[in-house]
Every structure is written in C-alpha cells, then in structure tokens.
C-alpha cells in the first residue's frame, strides 16, 4: 500500500500536513478521552489541544517516517505520549483500555469521514490527493497503533483483559522505553509490516 504515489516536494507537504492533522487528532483524543473519564493530567499538561505542535516530536513523528517510506519501509509513526494516570480513571484497567483506543479509532473514524469525498472532487487535484492520502495515512496510523505490543494503544486492551503476570511484563517492556521499541518493531518489520499492509489494504478497499 502506497501513502503516496510519488516522490516530490508536493507530496511531501501534503503527508506532512496529513500527518500532523491526523496524529495531533489522535493525541489529543486520548486526553479528551481520559478527561471525561476523571483523570485531568492531560489538561494540566496543556495536551487538550489540536495544536500540532504540541504532540509531535521532530525525529519519531517527522522524520523517521518519512525516511522508512522514501526507502520503501512501512513507516513507525508515533507522537509524544499524552499522559494519564489509569488510578484516576473511571473502570480501571477498562478506563486505561478506552483511552488507549479512542486514538486509533479516531482515525478510523476520519478516514471513513474523508472517504466519500474521492466521489466529489476531481481526480488528480490537490485536495483529492490530500483526501487520498488521509484515507490511507489514518487506515494506517489505526492498525499499526491497535498492534497489541507496548506501548503501542492496543497493548491496552491487554492490559485490560489480562493476568497480573501478564501485565507485569507487558509493564517491564513498556520501561524500556521508545528508543527500544522502535528499533523492536523494525527488527520485526518483515513479519509485522506485510500484516499491517495486507489488513489496512482491505479496509481501504472497503471503504473507497
């Protein structure tokens, strides 16, 4: 599956635009989420917002992906974690599972939004390419963060369901922090990255 259909410094704005609009929306929805369940830590940390600028990280969020996909790769995309504290939430472990899911499916939800817009404009235009890659960027930024490895957003639901053994050492690799975890999942890319593409191409499918 293909972001984008060539390399070029139109391209380029257009997924960086895509990109920072779409992973501010998700970040920002795990601290509404948490907000509305009881826990404030994001709102102190000034993570209520749809300010770009506020969630991304120059090296995760820009440019690695962008160097994983010119070189062919299926991009890691990752932001700054907004922070919560799962003791403050409503339902617990449940609580802690909503907010590490509102992200993804907010991006399920904007790619089903911009979908029906490839209908109206015009092939090959500027904004029916940017819609173009909205729908696949966010199909995307949906499956890759349900993987349900630490401390991507689908490890959540694990946490949830799980036994305390478990969640230790989901726990242990979560404090390894990012650095090892993306350099985890592009030891792994061979295997995760084909299932990644395969299940983003058949909803993409689905909903184009």
């Known amino acids: 599956m293909d972001i984008i259909s060539g390399i070029n410094i139109t391209n380029i704005v257009i997924l960086i635009v895509a990109l920072l609009l779409s992973m501010s ?14 826990d404030d830590t994001a709102q102190k ?9 506020v969630h991304i990280d120059l090296y995760v969020t820009i440019l690695l992906p962008l160097l994983l996909i010119i070189v062919g790769l299926p991009p890691i995309l990752a932001a700054k974690p907004v922070p919560f ?11 802690a599972a909503l907010v590490g ?31 173009v890659v909205m729908i696949n960027l ?4 949906f499956v890759f963060n349900m993987l349900p490895l630490p401390p991507l957003d689908g490890s959540r639901l694990l ?13 242990q690799i979560e404090s390894l922090g990012i650095v090892f975890i993306i350099v985890i999942l592009m030891l792994l890319m061979p295997i995760i990255g084909p299932f990644i593409s395969n299940i983003s191409s058949e ?3 689905f909903l184009v």
Do not use: C
């Open 25 to 38: 929306i998700h970040e920002a929805m795990h601290g509404f989420t948490a907000y509305w369940l009881g």
């Open 45 to 53: 940390e000034g993570r209520l917002t749809f300010n770009p600028f």
């Open 85 to 95: 504290n799962p003791s403050r939430l409503k339902y617990e472990e449940f609580g």
């Open 101 to 131: 899911i509102s992200g993804p499916l907010t991006n399920l939800l904007l790619a089903v939004a911009f979908a029906p817009l490839l209908n109206v404009l015009s092939a090959g235009s500027l904004f029916y390419n940017f819609t």
């Open 138 to 141: 966010n199909v995307l930024l």
């Open 159 to 171: 946490y949830a369901f799980s036994p305390d053994p478990v969640r230790k050492f989901l726990q």
């Open 203 to 205: 909803i993409i499918s």
